[in-house]
């Protein structure tokens, strides 16, 4: 593990520096930024970093962000919503201004947007970090006022604390049913990451209590460390139903609870739906989506393949190899504004190595990872073989506990280093 992670610091080194070293030649310019989560505001800070005279703006109408990673521990009573939530502060201080408002167009041929308050910005690049949306068109019988009965809570925030609330107010006994899209969506890890820490809460407080998760897929991100966790700590309490066995979620009945697959319905105490995703809707409108609702970019600047001159960064590009989470958001945030100080300077982005990790909690104590490394390759972004990996199959010396701590500290240092 400690050679992994040496190697993937000298990565994360080796892709800034080149651009480091060449932003002082760079001419100004202005870079409008979408979007204020892990992706946005790591752009925008950068590129203040790397080029002072750039006149950077993030447009983000939420004056308070609240982080989705960590937020599954809310749910386990591990952590309190107010610790996900993150101002802008910090963002302010880097010399980036901070447009408390929403995009409503994008006119790439004018390269200019326009926003919710009337006011027009013009650009000489856009980044485009705008997150997810979910397609509530995807499952019969889910939409916006379902969530209000069997929340989501994929996006952090009040229906995380909803969630929580239900399974708090759940009698023992009942049944918690989770259901889990088909890839790709935000954080492969996630759903089985929550069912575990649902698991570890239920164990404690609602004893007589399972959980069932339906699955549209019939493998997942670290399956068998997962797997072998929920046999160690929560024998018989966790059922995973694949695709292959009918776990796929072919409609939802709200005001039962009922969760129904091409095998059968699930009636549940407390119901959360995962719901597919596509990248956030101004992505269809700025023309830089796809029919598959992401948004394709080349590998280098992350530049869109539809939209020259918007670079499109986070959960909703298609990143191809690296997985949609907060590590790899601020990764190729990084590199990105590295790219766009030489772009803007009339020079050629070098090829980045960019790398990702991703922890997991199957405990308040208990923690396993996945780590990848990464390089442009035909037209996208590739593993580069053995340069990654995941937690050992069998730990010792109390190294689960240690990938706990280590899972806590890169969510302070991340969001220090975002929003501080």
């Keep these: 593990m400690s050679t992994r992670r040496h190697f993937m610091k000298l990565g994360a080194a080796a892709a800034l520096a080149p651009a480091v070293a060449s932003a002082q030649g760079a001419g100004a310019g202005r870079v409008v930024v979408v979007g204020g989560g892990f992706a946005g505001a790591t752009a925008a800070r950068t590129l203040k970093a790397l080029e002072p005279r750039l006149t950077v703006t993030l447009v983000e109408p939420n004056p308070v962000y609240t982080a989705c990673p960590f937020s599954n521990s809310v749910l386990a009573n591990l952590r309190e919503i107010d610790q996900q939530r993150f101002g802008y502060d910090g963002v302010k201080r880097a010399g980036v201004t901070v447009a408390e408002t929403s995009v409503t167009a994008v006119d ?121 966790g929920w046999a160690e700590l929560y024998p018989g309490r966790i059922e995973w139903v694949s695709l292959s066995q009918g776990g796929k979620v072919t409609s939802v009945d709200p005001a039962t609870l009922t969760l129904v697959t091409e095998f059968g319905s699930h009636k549940a105490a407390v119901a959360n739906v995962i719901p597919p995703q596509r990248a956030g809707a101004i992505a269809a409108q700025a023309g830089v989506a796809d029919r598959t609702g992401w948004c394709p970019v080349e590998p280098v600047a992350f530049e869109s393949t539809l939209r020259p001159g918007i670079h499109v960064l986070g959960d909703a590009a298609i990143m191809g190899g690296m997985p949609k989470s907060a590590f790899a958001a601020n990764a190729q945030a990084k590199v990105c504004a590295a790219a766009i100080v030489e772009l803007l300077a009339g020079r050629k982005p070098q090829d980045p190595i960019l790398i990702n990790t991703c922890y997991s909690l199957v405990a308040a104590d208990y923690g396993i990872s996945i780590a990848g490394v990464y390089h442009p390759d035909k037209g996208l972004l590739a593993d580069i073989p053995g340069a990654g990996g995941t937690s050992p199959l069998e730990a010792v010396g109390g190294l689960r506990g240690q990938e706990a701590l280590y899972a806590a500290s890169w969510f302070r240092t991340i969001t220090a280093e975002v929003y501080g």
């Design 108 to 228: 790439a041929e004018g390269k200019s947007v326009t926003l919710a308050d009337g006011n027009k910005l013009s650009y000489d690049r856009l980044v485009m970090a705008p997150g997810i949306d979910f397609n509530w068109t995807a499952i019969p019988g889910y939409d916006e006022a379902a969530a209000q009965k069997m929340p989501h809570a994929w996006k952090a925030g009040a229906q995380t604390v909803l969630l929580r609330q239900q399974l708090q107010a759940m009698e023992d006994g009942g049944l918690v049913v989770m259901s889990a899209p088909a890839n790709p969506f935000r954080c492969p890890p996630g759903p089985y990451e929550r069912a575990s820490l649902i698991a570890y809460w239920l164990k404690i407080w609602k004893p007589k209590s399972k959980l069932l998760l339906l699955d549209a897929k019939d493998a997942f991100s670290k399956q068998r460390l997962f797997q072998n």
